[in-house]
């Protein structure tokens, strides 16, 4: 008997090398452990042996049994791994194919760097407003101290939508004017707007007759030139990098008076003088000046109590600056190609 | 232009350097664009002491030439070359005009170390046959050997070309103005230029009647000349004007604009003899003629000054003189107008018959009434010094100018307020003193009068800080920054809202675009959706740029046809502009355009193909995110030729129209195209504020349903009916399959919803749930009509 069960557990411990697949495998469980199965045959035959026997016996098949479960155990997860193994080797792909485009907008170059100075003055107190492209004669000229037939008027040559009272804005300080007309002469302002302007210019790579401005105001008790400068560094500096210098030149606008031009240090060449500059070592880069009294009296604030500073840039020419842009119609034919490009975010 | 040559005639700039000096004027406030120096260097006073006729050329001459500190030897073809003439020599490494460079060499064997030059040779004088002929320049025997020779000749010159346009300070526009500048920079004093008439005895009275029938002349004043010599003029001012940016024409004509020049008033001479006895100033009668001195006939309109001899006019005031009256070679008798015009006729008559001349513009800035009464006297000076002319006695004039002093009281402290410095009342003493301003100082305050020079200057403090700031140098001003603000900045009005669907469209995988706001008339008519007027210019520039656009949508076409041309396959944009309608109402609109696919591999086929669904799927994203969840709806839109008939619609939230999406008609582009547009003004709703929401306990029941439908039923139509019976207990509804072909008829389609019942506060029981769904498809089927599909 004893025999029996060990010839049974040589021919399992023989047959095992043999198994590669699992049908294999299924097939010798069966042989061993089925119904009629080798070893399921084995416990039939409890029965014939005699009692003083039958733990020996029970226990001697039953580690033929554990032994035949375990090992199919054990080859079957061999198989399974392997198989699975072959599966992935199978799956493989060549990483380096061009991936999916996963593509989020561009803003317009223009835009980005309007929000760009938004954020900066918003930082340092001042509301971003806007104000109607479509003006009256009033708000574009009349209360900056630009009166019917001023010289100046001729610079800014304006579209007429309607006689001499309608217009497109020919730059965004009307919303000086409404911004101070609105604080009714109370309360201190500060504000800065940026929008579309227009003037009849014929476009070419340094003209367009629409363009952007962003305009800033600011009204208080005791608002000084140099304090118009103090503002200025820090927006040139957050525009052009720490080490960029300003400087102020006298010049002339009709609703500031001092007026002044202001000038950043050529980053080109770091002001050794170069074509970008016109060997100047500076480039020019807004107006702006001490609110005139007149304009500040017509718009209900008493020059008396009250002083402020106002500045003007022109976007395209920031934008042009900084990133190197030579044509002031790039921001208004969107390329894709190019675009993409902004879709990023700068290092400050 | 303003040359420094000529400014030191009335300032004294003899030793200062050129470098320095421009650099202060920059600092000033003046804008100076460029530099032009005639200096040329390694230009020396010569001796010709020995010349040999070269022995290979029958016209060049070997010359000795002593230049001070060395004798050279110098090859010269020159006909007028001889011995013991003093001559011009640039020596070798002198850079002539041209960018000549003189370098040693051999002329036919023999070595020559320099070049004897002529003026022209130098651009100092035009290059003619005349100037050619005489050769060489020859310099008077007192010439200094080794010396510069321009500025022995007193035509050493630097030319300060001023950027003019950002200057309200008229002195840039004449040389005695700009000697103030100068003055007050270098605290110097300025000497007027010298008026010595010997008059004849003869009044002009006895010639000449003025009358002014027109308030737009405030002063007119009147000098006659008589039996002036035609012939040209001396150098110097033949230079000066060369120098200014002028063409010297004869001594008479030179003369005008010399004087302009140096007074900026500009000047006007009438042949005497041609003019008559009398000028009437008055203004024109409207399409009255006349024909100006460029041989124009012009038409004039009563806006225009023009000057008469009482029954024609003869002159277009302050723009250009007429023909009958011109100064030419057989003239003898003149008569010098120098007058002051209306500066704003001036400028309307000069655009209105593009006509801009150095004199318009003067008048257009307005002149000072004293230098018209002393321009004229020079005038007259230089007309006796260099034409010969005999000035008659008296100046007629008729003066209505008002010579009221401008005087500005002020504080030191106000300046200091307005600058941001601090100056003392001493400082500012000096300052008025050197920009020759006269003031009474009492108790503190200043009262300063303003020269009838400074037009520019207005009545507020603001304009002495202005004066004070220019000396004082902004370039000494410390910046400094505002009292700190309490609050940070916010956006105002909707611009925040508008960032951020800005934001969000980008996210959305849009790309912004920006285009002009006026178009051409075809683009305007374009994509018209509302029964809106646009405004027309009434003068365009050119038709391109006529119409104020009502809907972005044609741009963005324009934008995608651009970047199509260009090999761009996937393209997708949107713009945020505003758009102004014939009544000026703005409205600002968010404009969506998308082309090829939305997401897209370059070699698989995993891509996402633009269709109608994902661009609605773009909308209702962007509504969503503005919170208006279930707050939309469409119906569609068929009768626009612009968009397809079946796969557009009008975009609607809380029923009113907001705008409109679709693919763009075939007949308009083959490309396939979708786009949409809505009013962000009617977008911009109240919504409820954002609130946090438990997520469902109970299990939920999922009941599938498709049912078949006539092809022009909607989905939306079918939906409906089934969220009015699933009520409260539908908490969700899914499309999951929709089919056409054939399995159904011709004219029918299959849509398979997928409905989600729920209950918050416990789990349904699949009898309630059952009865609900029954009761969906009964209503379906009977009210759509709809056939319940059996599986």
Redesign the interface.
């Known amino acids: 008997m004893i025999e029996k069960v060990n010839l049974i557990k040589e021919s399992f411990e023989k047959i095992i090398p043999t198994i590669t697949d699992m049908k294999t495998l299924n097939d010798i469980k069966v042989e061993y452990l089925g119904k009629q199965g080798k070893v399921t045959e084995l416990s039939k035959l409890m029965k014939d042996v005699p009692n003083e026997d039958k733990k020996e016996f029970g226990m001697l098949v039953n580690s033929v049994r554990t032994l035949v479960t375990e090992t199919l155990d054990n080859k079957k997860e061999e198989l399974e791994t392997a198989m699975l193994n072959e599966k992935l080797a199978n799956e493989k792909i060549d990483i380096t194919l061009p991936s999916t485009n996963i593509s989020v907008g561009a803003p317009n170059i223009l835009e980005k760097v309007v929000e760009d100075m938004e954020n900066l003055f918003m930082s340092m107190g001042y509301d971003v407003v806007e104000g109607p492209e479509i003006e009256e004669d009033l708000y574009n000229f009349e209360l900056l101290n630009l009166p019917k037939g001023h010289p100046a008027r001729d610079s800014q040559d304006t579209f007429y939508l309607e006689g001499d009272k309608i217009l497109l804005r020919s730059h965004t300080s009307p919303v000086q004017a409404r911004t101070m007309l609105e604080g009714k002469g109370e309360k201190p302002i500060r504000m800065v707007c940026p929008g579309k302007t227009y003037r009849r210019d014929d476009d070419d790579a340094t003209h367009s007759h629409q363009f952007m401005q962003i305009e800033g105001l600011l009204i208080d008790e005791n608002a000084t030139l140099a304090d118009l400068k103090g503002t200025f560094d820090a927006a040139a500096k957050h525009l052009f990098g720490e080490d960029c210098k300003t400087r102020f030149r006298p010049s002339y606008y009709p609703f500031t008076e001092p007026s002044v031009e202001t000038d950043i240090s050529c980053f080109s060449c770091k002001g050794k003088g170069c074509p970008l500059c016109k060997n100047t070592g500076w480039i020019t880069i807004s107006g702006a000046g001490v609110v005139n009294p007149k304009v500040l009296s017509m718009c209900g604030y008493d020059p008396k109590r009250w002083h402020g500073f106002a500045f003007g840039f022109g976007l395209e020419r920031i934008a042009m600056l900084k990133y190197g842009i030579n044509d002031i119609r790039t921001f208004y034919q969107t390329d894709l190609r190019q675009n993409k490009i902004f879709d990023r975010k700068e290092d400050k | 232009m303003i040359s420094l040559n000529w400014v030191g005639d009335y300032v004294d700039i003899e030793n200062e350097n050129i470098n320095e000096l421009t650099d202060k004027i ?4 003046v ?1 100076i664009e460029k530099v032009i120096s005639n200096n040329i260097e390694k230009l020396v006073i010569g001796h010709v002491e020995k010349v040999e006729k070269h022995p290979d050329s029958d016209h060049l001459n070997v010359c000795q030439v002593n230049l001070g500190d060395e004798v050279v030897q110098i090859v010269c073809g020159a006909s007028n070359v001889r011995e013991d003439l003093k001559v011009i020599v640039a020596k070798t490494g002198a850079v002539l005009p041209g960018n000549f460079e003189i370098k040693k060499s051999t002329i036919r064997g023999i070595e020559s170390n320099g070049m004897i030059c002529a003026l022209f040779e130098l651009g100092l004088e035009e290059k003619t046959e005349e100037t050619y002929a005489k050769g060489i320049t020859e310099l008077p025997s007192d010439a200094q050997v080794g010396a510069d020779p321009l500025k022995y000749l007193g035509i050493s010159d630097t030319i300060l070309e001023l950027d003019v ?5 008229n002195d840039c526009y004449y040389h005695i103005g700009f000697a103030y500048i100068v003055a007050a920079i270098l605290n110097k004093k300025v000497k007027l230029p010298e008026v010595n008439i010997k008059e004849v005895n003869e009044s002009i009275n006895d010639h000449f009647k003025l009358d002014i029938n027109t308030d737009k002349c405030s002063l007119y004043t009147a000098r006659m000349v008589k039996n002036v010599k035609i012939g040209e003029s001396p150098d110097f001012i033949k230079n000066r004007l060369v120098a200014a940016g002028m063409r010297p024409i004869n001594n008479v004509v030179d003369i005008s604009n010399y004087v302009m020049l140096e007074y900026g008033q500009p000047l006007h001479f009438f042949d005497k003899d041609k003019l008559g006895d009398k000028i009437v100033v008055r203004l024109a009668e409207d399409k009255e003629p006349i024909k100006t001195l460029d041989g124009k006939e012009r038409v004039l309109s009563s806006e225009d000054i023009v000057i008469t001899d009482g029954l024609k006019p003869v002159c277009l005031a302050g723009v250009m003189g007429g023909e009958n009256t011109e100064v030419d070679e057989n003239t003898k008798n003149i008569l010098i107008e120098s007058a002051i015009f209306d ?2 006729n001036i ?1 309307k008559t000069s ?1 209105r018959h593009d006509l801009r001349s150095e004199a318009s513009t003067r008048y ?2 307005g002149l000072n009434y004293e230098y018209t009464y002393e321009a004229i006297n020079r005038a007259a000076y230089l007309l006796q010094e260099y034409a010969e002319g005999e000035v008659l006695k008296d100046t007629v004039v008729i003066d209505n100018v008002d010579k009221t002093p401008k005087i500005i009281e002020v504080k030191a402290k106000e300046i200091n ?5 601090e100056i003392s009342d001493n400082d500012m003493k000096n300052e008025l003193e050197r920009l020759g301003f006269v003031y009474n100082y009492d108790n503190e305050t200043f009262n300063i009068t303003i020269p009838p020079r400074r037009l ?1 200057i ?1 009545s ?4 002495i ?2 004066e004070i ?2 000396l004082y140098g ?2 000494n ?17 909707n ?1 925040g809202y508008r ?1 951020q669907i ?1 934001k969000r ?14 178009v051409p008339p075809s683009m305007a008519s374009e994509f018209i959706y509302e029964d809106k007027k646009q ?1 027309v ?5 050119s038709l391109d ?1 006529s119409v ?1 656009r009502t809907t972005l949508i044609p741009s963005l076409l324009d ?1 995608y046809e ?2 199509k041309k ?1 090999h ?1 396959k ?5 713009e945020i502009s ?1 758009t ?1 309608y014939e009544d ?1 109402k ?1 409205e600002t609109k968010i404009a969506v355009l998308m082309s090829g ?1 939305y ?6 086929n ?1 891509n996402i193909k633009v269709d109608y669904y994902v661009i609605k799927g773009i909308l209702e994203n962007l509504l969503n995110y503005v919170g208006l969840n279930n707050r939309y709806s469409y119906e569609r839109l068929e009768d626009n030729k612009y968009f397809h008939p079946g796969m557009s619609a009008k975009i609607f939230v809380d029923k009113e129209e907001i705008g409109v999406i679709g693919r763009v008609h075939p007949s308009i582009s083959k490309d396939e195209i979708y786009v949409m547009e809505i009013s962000m003004n009617k977008m911009n709703k109240q919504t409820k504020p954002l609130k946090f929401k438990e997520a469902n306990k109970y299990p939920e029941i999922v009941k599938d349903v498709a049912f078949i439908v006539d092809k022009n039923i909607s989905s939306e139509d079918v939906e409906k009916v089934i969220k009015k019976v699933g009520g409260r207990l539908l908490s969700d509804i899914n499309v999951f399959d929709v089919y056409t072909g054939e399995k159904v008829k011709e004219n029918e389609k299959q849509i398979a919803y997928s409905l989600t019942f729920t209950k918050e506060d416990r789990t349904l029981t699949e009898d309630e749930v059952m009865e609900k769904f029954n009761e969906i498809i009964k209503k379906v089927t009977e009210t759509v009509p709809a056939t319940l599909r059996d599986n």
């Open positions: 920059t600092k000033f406030g804008n346009h950002k200057h309200h300070n500066g704003i400028r655009s257009g800035k307020d307005i600058l941001g410095i520019d207005e507020s403090a603001n304009d800080a202005e700031g220019c902004y370039h001003l410390v910046g400094t920054l505002p009292v700190q603000s309490q609050k940070k900045g916010e956006y105002k009005g611009i960032k800005s469209l980008r996210a959305l995988g849009l790309n912004e675009d920006k285009n002009y706001t006026l405004i210019l009434p003068n365009p520039m740029k104020v934008t651009y970047n260009r761009v996937d393209i997708n944009l949107y505003n102004y000026y703005e696919n997401i897209s591999n370059s070699w698989s995993n």
